[in-house]
């Protein structure tokens, strides 16, 4: 695959911290990386060491975790620790100034980003810029501010192929339920990042399972070949 979009093949992040449910999606094989956050970590109780390393006993694809820091330098020495523990991690980057500005510094020294906390198109625009392989607008959480976090996406989309910004992934996160995953896709994310609970409503409608409910009832009636 071309260096330059080695990024397009990941399409669904699972978002969790959580061992167990990770093991479970991952088994699937549909998917593509895992999104954590300061918040799911500390609940789980656990440095992020002991996470990253958990996941990996089954899962080598992308990880993310967040820097944090109020300053460029801060949020580019949080990040680059991260990048020592495991080189394949996707490190989140606040995408506000010092964060945008740390990306600028931190992927030419091969540090992978992913540009979060975004809700401005022109954000999103910035990051692209800056060079960031992944961005993360939050969709869910947009909504619950009454803003269109859908419409945002679309307006992003736009922003980056119309600056041919063609090697940065579009995911839409701060996901809360199957319809949020569909009409994001369809206004022009690239990939989405959802909670166990999404994944599996994604999995399953209950008119499928009514049916195959039948299916098994009516294929015990039929007679042994």
């Not at 699972?14 to 799911?40: C, F, H, Y």
């Not at 540009?115 to 401005?120: G, R, S, V």
Request: charged share 25%; glycine share 8%; with cysteine.
């Amino acid at each position: 695959m071309n260096e330059d979009r080695w990024m397009m093949s990941f399409r669904l992040f699972l978002d969790s911290a959580e061992k167990e449910e990770i093991r479970d999606a991952v088994s699937t094989g549909l998917v593509d990386g895992v999104a954590t956050n300061p918040q799911k970590v500390a609940e789980g109780g656990k440095s992020y060491r002991r996470v990253v390393e958990e996941i990996r006993e089954f899962f080598d694809g992308p990880i993310a975790v967040q820097a944090v820091g109020r300053t460029t330098e801060e949020v580019c020495t949080c990040a680059r620790a991260l990048h020592a523990m495991d080189p394949l991690l996707a490190v989140k980057i606040t995408a506000n100034r010092a964060g945008l500005a740390a990306v600028k510094v931190l992927v030419p020294e091969g540090v992978r980003t992913n540009a979060t906390l975004i809700f401005n198109p022109a954000q999103a625009l910035l990051a692209g810029l800056a060079g960031s392989p992944f961005i993360s607008p939050f969709v869910g959480r947009a909504k619950m501010a009454g803003a269109d976090g859908v419409e945002a996406i679309a307006d992003m989309r736009k922003l980056l192929d119309a600056f041919g910004l063609d090697r940065t992934n579009l995911i839409a996160a701060s996901i809360k339920d199957v319809d949020q995953v569909v009409k994001s896709i369809l206004a022009g994310a690239h990939s989405v990042a959802v909670p166990f609970s999404v994944f599996e409503a994604m999995c399953d409608h209950p008119l499928t399972s009514q049916g195959l409910d039948g299916f098994m009832r009516d294929y015990e009636k039929i007679p042994e070949s």
